[in-house]
């Protein structure tokens, strides 16, 4: 068997008016873990699909084991031992674990009836091999995003695949969560499969790859073995330029005036006695370990949920918010953590997503002016640099960092004071990261407000003009940004409460 057990030369694959690969590249040794990176629109979708038989290859070749074979098919590919682990689970909610792990290959008896109790057996087995001790009859729909994925290894296990490819399986889970992921995926190595390891996380690609392969406008631009390889140079070569400045700096300093201020703001089980405030010009950073309270803070502060004691202050006066319409109303933006379900209409195109929430702006009686809507929409996408053919694409064909975009342009249709940012470069890539950060310097300079929820340490210090830490529903400390990692991490796992730099 050759060491090399999958290699694709040249693939090339064009959709109407789109290049979507050119000519690339890829070797994936025997119990490899390679890491495929690069930014949203680079192709890495795309190659997926080639790999596992949704879409066909125009030019190029693949080889298997050194042999040439020809993927027609997802039941080719599965045929052949490649399956795929993709970001969004695509389960089947309301079955059982058993019943979605054998989807599609189910045992049936000679007279075709369905063999449950060897399925379940069987199912139990591999669960217990990835170190899970679920009952393969529970419901799907009840698992928590990182025991779906642990089902889809299973289901992967269950057609005997060798070849497994990981799209963004940490985008949605904790950090227990990915080192969960993490020694399951090693396990997975050592037992001798190969596994392609799609991550916009460096954090992931130098905890568990050998090897990286970067993409860039549909190009195979190179591999590298991980070790020794630097941030600078991986960012290189997935934008094509150096990003010296990842964070851009400040465009002018927060004003004395405060813009926004919470008081003893409590809700029973989630957060209690928080107090804060941000000025004009100002961002704000919130942060801690998943489940300190941050968002549930934040949602409290728009109206989502309801805070039961304390006061919100804006422009030093104090308000009341039952619901989001009255946060908007009061000059109040937020931007969710999950964008595709609370932030975007995907079926809807840029321009009705950007004025969805102000339609009334743009109103003759009871209809659109259509021509304002569209001049709106036209401005505020250019504002904010969405990459797109036009505001009629629909938010489903843009990359994630440009459907961030368009979640921050519809906040720019109202008259804000505050904007909350829950989580803004979540799942986005290096390039789309760096403009989102650019866009926050902006708003900041022409005095808008802005508190950011965030778990990456170097973001946090790198945009923030004061930190805000959080434990178990409780702010611990409170400072500027010339502090350090660990003292935020420290600060992030203790119940003392500290207050400096203010």
Not at 58 to 81: F, H, Q, R, S, V
Not at 186 to 206: A, N, P, T, V, W
Not at 470 to 492: K, V
Request: glycine share 8%; charged share 25%.
């Amino acid at each position: 068997m050759s060491e090399i057990v999958l290699e694709l030369k040249g693939i090339t694959k064009t959709f109407p008016g789109v290049k979507a690969l050119d000519r690339v590249h890829f070797q994936l040794k025997s119990g490899q873990i390679h890491g495929l990176m690069g930014e949203n629109g680079a192709g890495k979708s795309t190659f997926i699909k080639v790999i596992t038989g949704v879409h066909r290859e125009d030019e190029g070749e693949i080889y298997l084991d050194g042999k040439k074979i020809e993927i027609k098919n997802p039941k080719d590919a599965i045929a052949l031992g490649i399956a795929a682990i993709y970001q969004h689970v695509t389960c089947f909610p309301d079955l059982s674990v058993t019943e979605n792990i054998f989807m599609g290959h189910e045992e049936l008896s000679k007279t075709g009836i369905i063999k449950w109790k060897n399925m379940h057996s069987k199912a139990e087995d591999l669960l217990k091999k990835l170190g899970s001790s679920l009952d393969p009859r529970t419901q799907m729909g009840a698992l928590s995003v990182a025991q779906q994925q642990i089902i889809e290894i299973a289901k992967a296990l269950s057609t005997n695949a060798r070849i497994i490819i990981m799209d963004e399986p940490t985008a949605a889970l904790t950090n227990r969560e990915c080192e969960e992921l993490y020694r399951i995926t090693e396990q997975l190595r050592d037992e001798g499969k190969s596994i392609i390891f799609i991550s916009h996380r460096f954090e992931d690609l130098y905890r568990i790859c050998s090897h990286v392969t970067v993409f860039r406008d549909a190009k195979y631009i190179g591999d590298w073995p991980v070790a020794g390889l630097t941030n600078s140079q991986l960012i290189n070569a997935m934008v094509g330029r150096e990003l010296s400045e990842m964070y851009p700096p400040a465009l002018s300093k927060p004003q004395p005036d405060k813009v926004f201020e919470v008081k003893n703001l409590s809700r029973t089980g989630y957060f209690a006695n928080v107090s804060f405030d941000v000025k004009k010009g100002e961002i704000v950073s919130l942060t801690g370990l998943v489940g300190a309270g941050r968002s549930e803070v934040c949602q409290a502060i728009f109206g989502i949920d309801k805070y039961e004691s304390g006061e919100i202050w804006l422009e030093d006066k104090k308000i009341e918010i039952n619901d989001p319409k009255e946060a908007m109303g009061h000059g109040i933006g937020y931007l969710p953590e999950d964008r595709q379900k609370q932030g975007l209409l995907l079926a809807w195109s840029i321009e009705k997503n950007i004025t969805l929430a102000n339609l009334d702006l743009y109103g003759k009686g009871i209809f659109v002016d259509e021509e304002q809507e569209s001049e709106v929409a036209n401005r505020l996408a250019k504002l904010v640099n969405i990459k797109c053919q036009g505001v009629d694409d629909l938010a489903s064909s843009l990359s994630g960092g440009n459907q961030q975009k368009i979640i921050v342009a519809k906040l720019l249709t109202s008259d804000l004071k505050l904007i909350i940012m829950d989580e803004p470069t979540k799942g986005v890539d290096v390039g789309a990261k760096h403009q989102i950060y650019q866009i926050m310097r902006e708003l900041a300079r022409d005095g808008y407000g802005i508190l950011m929820v965030s778990s990456e340490m170097p973001e946090v210090l790198g945009m923030s003009d004061r930190v805000i830490v959080m434990h178990e529903g409780r702010i611990t400390l409170i400072t500027d940004a010339n502090t350090t990692q660990e003292q935020l991490l420290e600060a992030a796992v203790t119940k003392k409460t500290e207050m400096r730099g203010e």
